[in-house]
């Protein structure tokens, strides 16, 4: 009995898209959370200081000049994340993989991942984020909301930020899934969720998670109409 109990729920996770996807995208985005150093990533540096300003409830940026926007931002998460984008974009790709340092200096990286969250508020340029609408950022939001509450580090922070932020794209892709699950292109969704570069968004500081897991979510409903 207990042998066809395993063999039966197997089967359900194989064959049932949204299942599956919870079973690869869950252990994927828990390995990048905890290998990922804060800032890594496109525009990270601007997206995390736009949800920053978010989780203090400031919902729109200031306007610092003719279409120039941005806000107070704690100068230890600009200098954490800042360094993290410089590393990240700045690996040599021509190197052979066994022989690459990624992170040159792991020390610095580490030295400003442990300060306080609650740095200095320095006045930092959104870039093109300035006019983007503050819902993508909410999940990551609520996590530098808790991050700065208990007094955490930057880098215990950022992970926060990005946890809420991976878990809602998660569910927005597993609901979506779940309209599309007598359909056979639930599976195009499924493959184009789980697609490197998707993954890699999804914990990392940007507006893109919540944007392609909405985009995802919505395709599912449409298709099913």
């Known amino acids: ?62 306007t610092l000049g003719k279409y120039t926007y941005g806000g107070e931002i704690s100068k230890s998460l600009i200098d954490a994340v800042t360094h993290g984008h410089k590393v990240s974009n700045n690996v040599n790709m021509n190197a052979i993989f066994l022989d690459r340092k990624d992170d040159p200096n792991p020390v610095l990286t580490e030295t400003l991942s442990s300060h306080s969250i609650k740095g200095e508020p320095v006045v930092y340029n959104f870039g093109p984020t300035g006019p983007y609408s503050p819902v993508p950022y909410l999940p990551s939001a609520f996590g530098f909301g808790i991050g700065r509450v208990l007094g955490l580090s930057v880098g215990a922070t950022v992970f926060l930020a990005r946890l809420f932020q991976a878990a809602v794209f998660v569910l927005l892709v597993y609901v979506g899934l779940r309209f599309m699950q007598a359909h056979k292109a639930k599976w195009l969704m499924f493959i184009i969720a789980l697609l490197p570069v998707v993954v890699y968004q999804a914990v990392t500081l940007t507006a893109d998670a919540y944007t392609t897991g909405a985009v995802l979510l919505f395709s599912g409903v449409v298709y099913t109409l």
């Open 1 to 62: 009995m207990k042998r066809a109990t395993i063999i039966s729920t197997l089967k359900n996770l194989c064959t049932e898209a949204h299942n599956l996807f919870l079973v690869i995208a869950i252990p994927a985005i828990l390995f990048m959370l905890a290998i990922l150093p804060p800032g890594w990533g496109l525009d990270v540096p601007m997206h995390a200081a736009r949800a920053y300003q978010i989780s203090n409830l400031d919902w729109y940026p200031n």
